[in-house]
């Protein structure tokens, strides 16, 4: 069972950055390959951005490509998203979930464990 919790989300203003956290209390964190979802107030949850297990792989929808980065410190159990230029629409919870099962990395169903979310709100 691996267990996240997500930090960093707050409250920023147009253009402005943020960078999420999401640490793991699993011992073998490194062997997942990693994910970052959103959801805003009445929309399903989407994905945003998605890492192997060294990072050496890195998918990001394509809302965000250019302006979020996903990464991870295996050492740290930790993976991050730097988001930059942060719009409006970029407003939602913001989730990591860890792949424990074969699917495809922006499916919410190839993810076993959820953290609990972290809110992000762009003030236009």
């Known amino acids: 069972q691996v267990q996240l919790v997500e930090s960093g989300g707050g409250l920023v203003q147009v253009g402005g950055s943020l960078r999420l956290s999401c640490a793991a209390s699993?011992?073998?964190?490194?062997?997942?390959?990693m994910g970052w979802f959103r959801q805003a107030p009445g929309k399903e949850r989407e994905f945003v951005a998605h890492i192997n297990w060294d990072g050496s792989i890195r998918y990001h929808a394509d809302s965000v490509r250019g302006r979020f980065t996903i990464s991870r410190d295996n050492a740290e159990k930790t993976i991050y998203l730097q988001m930059n230029t942060l719009k409006p629409e970029d407003t939602a919870v913001y989730y990591c979930?860890?792949?424990?099962?074969?699917?495809?990395?922006?499916?919410?169903?190839?993810?076993?464990?959820w953290g609990q979310g972290t809110q992000v709100t762009v003030s236009s």
């Open positions: 979930a860890a792949q424990a099962r074969v699917g495809h990395w922006s499916d919410t169903r190839s993810y076993d464990y």
């Open positions: 699993e011992r073998t964190f490194s062997s997942y390959p």
